[in-house]
């Protein structure tokens, strides 16, 4: 990958490198070399592993990676808006399956729109936003002027930060960084620099968070070379800067092991977890996240619509005579229309409910909420009965949302795949744009936030935050927030205004910074 300094931002003007493992085709070729300051910074402590990784280190075994004492990693999400990152879902699944604590970057390209880019990543992340900020990783100048790189970039941070409710950080090389013309916007940096026993800090910089310091290493569970990284501080410390606590255990430097467990709620889908984060989901229910995981391998598959089980006779023969879709001995018993596709999602029983059998017309498995109210893994059921589509995430609470759905064969997409619509609320009226029509807002009378705090990151108005930042006042539409009286600003977790960190990661007159939050 190329190299990567990170730093949450706070006034979000930004910094550059790149993440991704392996050969980077295209990449800028940054250097890691130091440049604009010769200011060497050594470890103030014990240092914790990790890695990052990108599609081009093909498949990783993560309870390999998680047993060869590796705590944290990276994984990207895109180049840019044109190349999406195909091996993303399963690693960000398998990682925090296996325990360890995750952020997701992107490859920044400056040339390109930096809201469809921030964007893109909000979108991939879903609830499960991870337990580390997400990161830019801006290592090319695209042919772009220093002055629009850093405006782009600031644009990027400043949607992300609303998105996820924390300060992104920025992956650089002090090589690199005086290219930009930056200036240091937190204290919190990702040096990029290889073959030394301390990292060069870039200008204005005097000491650094995550250290890339390799990027021909060797770990178990990884063919070939990949990147190597440090973070500067003990096990526990990284537990307090990821969010909520995250993944992992033990006392090492290596990382120590994972104390979550897993439950499972019927025959389809992921079965849901508690990652080592916060405790186990209880039984018979199904955290957020892993509604949305088991949605997206419809969508990876494009499974195509069918009103019968895979391989019967379809029940519709206008779309088909026989249902032939990829075979999944998990959803083949499930119709692969609409209503199949949130049975499966929410792992009802095979075949699934049909439309009509979701409240509001019936509250046997599900029941109507508040439009404003939708989180990742709620639903929305047609007034006139007949579609039902899965609620994603908000990307303008209110305004503008992401769905998930199975449509009919006639349809353009006649396979399962996301949109975005612009939305209006109306109690629990929710009319979607895209759909041209008028929907209920439902939620399964299951599902449960992430016990990371995933789950409810991107949802309405009486959802809980992660940490302790559920409650208070909400956020506006645009997911703004009136200042804070204790010195550090109030953002948006969960469409509710929380106590956030200031640009040095401090709470004044609260208590602790933890995950961007003062708790």
Request: aromatic share 8%.
């Amino acid at each position: 990958m190329t190299r990567h300094a990170w730093i949450p931002l706070a006034s979000l003007s930004l910094f550059l490198a790149a993440c991704g493992g392996g050969a980077d085709p295209g990449g800028f070729g940054e250097s890691t070399g130091a440049s604009g300051s010769d200011i060497k910074s050594c470890a103030s402590g014990q240092t914790v592993e990790g890695i990052d990784v990108s599609k081009w280190d093909g498949t990783v075994n993560w309870k390999s990676v998680k047993a060869a004492g590796k705590a944290f990693a990276f994984i990207r999400v895109s180049d840019g808006v044109n190349s999406p990152d195909g091996t993303f879902a399963t690693n960000w699944k398998n990682a925090k399956a296996a325990g360890i604590y995750r952020g997701v970057y992107q490859y920044f390209e400056p040339s390109q729109d930096p809201t469809a880019q921030a964007k893109l990543l909000l979108n991939a992340l879903g609830s499960d936003l991870g337990e580390l900020p997400a990161v830019i990783d801006v290592e090319t100048t695209d042919g772009e002027s220093a002055s629009t790189i850093r405006s782009r970039v600031n644009t990027w941070s400043s949607v992300v930060a609303k998105g996820t409710g924390r300060t992104p950080i920025v992956y650089v090389s002090p090589g690199f960084w005086p290219s930009v013309g930056g200036t240091k916007e937190s204290d919190n940096l990702w040096v990029a620099n290889w073959g030394v026993s301390c990292p060069t800090m870039p200008s204005a910089w005097s000491s650094w968070v995550f250290w890339q310091y390799s990027d021909t290493g060797s770990v178990s569970g990884i063919s070939g070379q990949v990147d190597l990284n440090r973070f500067n501080g003990s096990l526990a410390d990284l537990a307090a800067f990821a969010n909520g606590g995250g993944a992992g255990g033990g006392s090492s430097s290596g990382g120590g092991s994972s104390a979550g467990s897993t439950s499972s709620s019927s025959s389809g889908g992921s079965g849901s977890s508690g990652g080592g984060c916060g405790g186990p989901v209880p039984a018979g229910s199904i955290a957020r996240s892993d509604v949305i995981s088991n949605a997206e391998q419809w969508v990876t598959a494009k499974l195509p619509y069918c009103q019968s089980a895979n391989g019967e006779p379809d029940a519709d023969p206008s779309c088909s005579s026989t249902c032939e879709r990829t075979s999944n001995p998990e959803w083949d018993p499930y119709r692969s229309d609409c209503s199949g596709f949130v049975s499966w999602a929410w792992q009802l029983s095979a075949p699934g409910l049909v439309t009509d059998e979701f409240a509001p017309f019936s509250t046997s498995a599900s029941s109507t909420i508040q439009c404003m109210d939708l989180k990742a893994g709620d639903a929305a059921n047609r007034n006139s009965v007949g579609h039902i589509v899965l609620f994603k995430q908000w990307v303008t609470p209110g305004q503008e949302a992401v769905f998930i759905e199975e449509p009919g064969c006639s349809a353009s997409q006649p396979y399962a795949h996301e949109f975005t619509s612009s939305v209006t609320c109306s109690g629990s009226d929710i009319d979607i744009a895209y759909e041209g029509e008028t929907f209920t807002a439902i939620r399964y009378n299951h599902i449960v936030d992430d016990p990371c705090g995933g789950g409810s990151s991107s949802g309405g108005s009486s959802g809980s935050s992660s940490g302790s930042g559920s409650g208070g006042q909400a956020c506006s539409n645009d997911g703004q927030c009136n200042p804070g009286t204790d010195g550090s600003g109030l953002i948006c977790v969960s469409h509710h205004c929380v106590p956030g960190c200031n640009a040095n990661w401090e709470c004044p007159g609260v208590t602790t910074c933890v995950g961007g939050q003062c708790q």
